[in-house]
T-cell receptor, first 116, second 107 residues
């Protein structure tokens, strides 16, 4: 299993500013994922971050808006840039226990972002 | 990507079994069927997964149809703590969530 922590747990930000969310894992993992969960909705995959390579973004998400860093096998950051109220969501990171599609994923507790 | 269809919501009484259905008629031969649940104010947590055969673990059982076009998550004795949104997901390389089923457990 993997234990994941996220910082901050919540934040209230002003329109036009940026927020960087940190994700720390207690073990080395190859694949990390970032998700967004808008109020009352399901999770939407933003991007996949592998250490040593550029993040792969899903349709509708771009690097300029959601830059991701993955400096090592236990840490990643997601920045929400030039925020607007529509960015108010819970942002979650997750890791995979292996490299196969039958491996389970472990999720962090999420970062609740409110943009005013 | 193959899609899943789940009822929006279900209700159960405490200590009774719960059968949560999932349809996935476009499943491919290499898709694993995963179930996750999300308790209030928490990130999703893994429940169970399978490929072709029925699976049991300490949390639940997974019954997979012979043609793999549907599956059922079985909670043998629902508790109040099992109230959550349950997601049925077909896994290829990454994991994409559908709308899920919101399970309410009544005392």
């Amino acid at each position: 299993s993997a234990v994941i922590s996220q910082k901050p747990s919540r934040d209230i930000c002003q329109r036009g500013t940026s927020l960087t969310i940190q994700c720390q894992v207690d073990s080395q993992v190859t694949m990390m994922f970032w998700y967004r969960q808008q109020p009352g909705q399901s999770l939407t995959l933003i991007a996949t971050a592998n250490q040593g390579s550029e993040a792969t973004y899903e349709s509708g998400f771009v690097i300029d808006k959601f830059p991701i860093s993955r400096p090592n096998l236990t840490f990643s950051t997601l920045t929400v840039s030039n925020m607007s109220p529509e960015d108010s969501s819970i942002y979650l990171c997750s890791v995979e226990s292996g490299t196969f599609s039958y491996n389970e994923q472990f999720f962090g507790p999420g970062t609740r972002l409110t943009v005013l | 990507d193959a899609k899943t269809t789940q009822p929006n919501s279900m209700e159960s009484n405490e200590e009774e079994p719960v059968h949560l259905p999932c349809n996935h008629s476009t499943i491919s031969g290499t898709d694993y069927i995963h179930w996750y649940r999300q308790l209030p104010s928490q990130g999703p947590e893994y429940v169970i997964h399978g490929l072709t055969s029925n699976v049991n673990n300490r949390m639940a059982s997974l019954a997979i149809a012979e043609d793999r076009k549907s599956s059922t998550l079985i909670l043998h004795r629902a508790t109040l703590r099992d109230a959550a949104v349950y997601y049925c997901i077909l896994r290829t390389n990454d994991m994409r969530f559908g709308a899920g089923t919101r399970l309410t457990v009544k005392p």
